[in-house]
């Protein structure tokens, strides 16, 4: 079997590419996407720690990876419709144009 | 190296580089595309890692649910093939803050990896094969058991119900104000 | 076939060639299907429509009417020639991987589904344990496939009709989904070789519902029959591959007709027994008894056939009798009614399942005949109640749309 | 559980991938090569195209797909339960019924809303 360490270190490039998704993307959906990208690094994790315990019939780290789909689902959800919505009041979906909370 | 290796590095390839493509490119819709790639190589380590009903709900929810939403949403906002300047203008210091945090996140693993007892943890199966139990053969129906079993996960089961459903609502109020709702809109702004 | 690449390579390798060559047959065998399927379907269809189809092209002896060519069997075969001789187009502004890429995925989509099909009882791509999910999943490549074309295109045309079919297709997916929920109940397996296996009695004659759910989405998601508002001619011209020619757009024609011909074996499969010959046990078919296992699986897949013809000759049946729909009748007709329908039904059919004591352990004829016939009897019940609130809408419709268009008739009409 | 099956998959995938791929290839070899201009513009019915097929669309979709996303994550808990429901017991059926019953509430809403409706 492929060790252990190689399924983390792919999830920890993947999280790291996210964070720097959303660190430095301007247009909001891109932002979302890329949030998207760090949810499944997560869940790798999950599913990777799971499958390498002594005993994988506990099957805790697969009910986790759905209830992370059940999240990303409605995060996705909102997170566009907020965005859709902003677009329509403002004309912009760019992350820094949306700044009336900045104060 | 063996088969199943190859097939991983594959499939991280998928990952990594549909990943890495999505937060670079500058059309959205082809972002997009790459998003779905990324998920599908995701997909493919989750069979890996023989969980294969994960994988196929992979496919179905993040490919051809959430992703296509997310196309949906990108195709309805303006001007998304050529993007006058994708990034922030402090690009820089993200791209060092996600470096820095991969970097922190891999020498975290190491130690880990150490006191689970492979010392030699760039170069083994040790690990793996030491500790790794048998996955059972039917997981699906214990997966069906447990997410209704009352003393496990009937509370999150019904809970992701109650959080979809809240989902919905609220998501289609954004996007479709009735008439009450685009005065209340209008009253705040 | 492993056994043959062996002793020329090592056992890995050869059930990794004998699993490749497999995959190819079965694939390329999926492909040129569409030869016949398509054939026939004109055939069919010219028939529904009071002409005699395809009659020309092919090579056979004088018929009766001295038209010597009567059967016009190799009109496909000649079809194939005439497209792959084609200019091959891609119009200004199209994105070009996008564009190009888009019919493969439509039809890796359909081929993809032929992987854990049962054509016997010995004869299966594989046998995935998670094999109606991957069903589910692998379609949703075609949606993708859909949206690409249409974005692709650089053409007001596709993409308005690439929208409309995706959300077409995403509709409907959720009543074809739950409604496959029902075999995987009954049987208790997501494998589909398992699923047969247990349809003791077909799974049709206990949920005739759930089979005509799954027949609507499924027609739907075929984008064909009273459906077809995606390429409607008059409407957006030929829908998202509007831009495609040559064997582009052959590619999403054969898709289609496999499309259609695999919901067909699908249908046979999950509901109708598959390979599964009536009164036939099976245990012979298993151990080869009397006939030996290769004549028994030969008449499993004959079985099989004859099994989806049918249900494709209805489709088919269903597509030339039935006009089009308009896209808000389209949606409101899934939403409003055939998801709620599939749902319930869902719970309807678990509850019974529950309460009828021995359906946890079905393995013979005699195990499945009393929760068969109470599954079809609430089934009755569900067809009247279903069928009266239907007719009560239609009635209120009709009023309505009256009261629209005739004003000064409804209310010189009396009132009752 | 053996990965021995998702082998074959994965050789499907290549083969459903290069069977179309090579019908393509051939038809672009064998098919005659002669562009022009006029033949090149997009099909608008006969007329030249005017602007980008860029029309700004309604929100109308995003809700469909909304909706479905929704129901879709539903089903992935309904599989494993249909799955395993032969050793459920009558109270599993309850929890279940209760999990549709309020997503069917939220469809309800959605329906009054009018979200849904095509104008």
């Known amino acids: ?103 | 190296m063996t088969v199943e290796l190859l097939v991983f590095l594959i499939l991280s390839a998928l990952t990594l580089g549909g990943g890495m493509l999505v937060v670079t490119t500058r059309n959205l819709f082809h972002a997009g595309l790459y998003l779905m790639i990324s998920l599908f190589g995701v997909a493919g380590l989750f069979v890996l890692l023989t969980a294969p009903f994960l994988g196929v709900v992979q496919v179905i929810v993040y490919i051809g649910a959430i992703a296509i939403l997310i196309m949906l949403a990108i195709m309805l906002s303006p001007n998304i093939t050529n993007l006058p300047n994708p990034f922030t203008a402090q690009w820089p210091v993200g791209a060092a803050l996600a470096v820095i945090f991969f970097v922190m996140l891999i020498t975290v693993v190491t130690p880990v990896m150490n006191e689970l007892g492979a010392d030699d943890w760039v170069n083994s199966d040790q690990l793996t094969v030491d500790t790794a139990g048998d996955v059972p053969a039917d997981g699906i129906a214990t997966l069906g058991e447990e997410l209704v079993d009352p003393h496990k996960y009937m509370l999150p089961f019904e809970v992701a119900s109650v959080l979809l459903m809240a989902a919905m609502i609220g998501a289609v109020l954004l996007v479709h104000p009735g008439k009450q709702a685009e005065d209340v809109i209008e009253d705040v702004a | 076939m492993t056994g043959l690449f062996e002793n020329i390579v090592s056992h890995g390798w050869a059930v990794f060639l004998a699993k490749l060559i497999g995959a190819f047959v079965v694939g390329t065998a999926g492909l040129l299907w569409t030869l016949i399927g398509i054939w026939f379907e004109r055939k069919v269809a010219g028939r529904f429509q009071d002409r005699l189809g395809p009659n020309r092209v092919g090579l056979g002896p004088k018929g009766r009417f001295n038209l010597s060519y009567k059967f016009g069997w190799a009109q496909s075969i000649a079809d194939l020639i005439k497209i792959f001789l084609k200019e091959d187009i891609r119009n200004t502004g199209t994105d070009r991987w996008t564009f190009n890429l888009a019919p493969i995925m439509v039809t890796m989509s359909v081929v993809l589904l032929w992987a854990v099909i049962p054509f016997s009882d010995g004869w299966i791509g594989t046998d995935l344990n998670v094999g109606v999910a991957y069903l589910i999943a692998v379609g949703g490549i075609g949606t993708i496939g859909v949206m690409m074309a249409g974005w692709g295109s650089n053409n007001k045309y596709s993409l308005l009709a690439g929208f409309r079919s995706v959300a077409q297709l995403i509709s409907y997916e959720i009543p074809m989904v739950v409604a496959l929920l029902v075999p995987v109940l009954m049987a208790g397996s997501m494998s589909t070789q398992t699923i047969i296996r247990q349809q003791y009695i077909a799974f049709m004659f206990a949920v005739p519902m759930t089979l005509l759910i799954f027949l609507i989405s499924g027609q739907a998601e075929n984008g064909r029959g009273p459906f077809d508002l995606l390429e409607g001619e008059s409407e957006i011209v030929a829908g998202f591959h509007v831009e495609y020619s040559g064997m582009k757009f052959g590619m999403f024609m054969v898709s289609e007709f496999l499309h259609a011909f695999t919901l067909g074996l699908l249908t046979a499969i999950l509901f109708m027994g598959g390979w599964r010959i009536p009164f036939v046990p099976l245990d012979w078919v298993q151990e080869g008894k009397y006939l030996g296992s290769f004549i028994w699986n030969l008449l499993g897949f004959v079985m099989l056939l004859s099994k989806a013809m049918i249900a494709y000759f209805v489709l088919i049946w269903v597509r030339m009798t039935l006009p089009r729909l308009r896209i808000d009748h389209l949606l409101n007709f899934n939403w409003k009614f055939l998801v709620p329908l599939s749902l319930i039904n869902l719970l309807v059919v678990a509850f019974v399942w529950k309460a009828i004591p021995g359906t946890d352990a079905i393995n013979s004829f005699a195990d499945a005949f009393i929760p068969s016939v109470v599954l079809l009897i609430v089934n009755m019940a569900m067809f009247l109640g279903v069928g009266a609130v239907l007719a009560d809408k239609g009635r209120q419709e009709r009023a309505r749309v009256a009261a629209r268009v005739y004003p000064e008739t409804v209310e010189a009409a009396p009132t009752n | 559980m053996s990965l021995h099956p998702w082998i074959f998959i994965g050789l499907f995938f290549i083969a459903s991938a290069a069977l179309p791929s090579v019908a393509i290839g051939a038809n672009w070899l064998l098919g005659p090569k002669r562009p022009n201009s006029v033949k090149h513009e997009p099909y608008e019915c006969g007329v030249e195209m005017v602007g980008s097929p860029w029309a700004q669309f309604r929100a109308q979709w995003y809700v469909f797909a909304l909706v479905y996303v929704v129901f879709d994550v539903e089903v992935v808990f309904l599989f494993p339960w249909a799955y395993a429901y032969n050793s459920l017991g009558l109270f599993a059926l309850f929890e279940v019924f209760v999990f549709i019953a309020l997503l069917l509430v939220a469809l309800w809403y959605v329906v009054r809303k009018d979200a849904l409706e095509w104008s």
């Open chain 1, 1 to 103: 079997m492929v060790p252990l360490w190689l399924y983390l270190a792919v999830a920890a490039a993947l999280f790291s590419i996210g964070m720097f998704g959303v660190l430095t993307r301007r247009n909001a959906i891109a932002i979302l996407m890329s949030i998207e990208l760090m949810l499944n690094a997560v869940n790798i994790n999950l599913v990777a720690f799971w499958r390498y315990q002594e005993n994988p019939a506990n099957l805790s780290g697969q009910v986790f990876a759905i209830f992370v789909f059940v999240v990303a689902a409605a995060e996705a959800a909102v997170g566009l419709a907020l965005i859709i919505s902003i677009y329509r009041n403002r004309q912009s979906v760019i992350a820094e144009d949306v700044d009336v909370m900045k104060w």
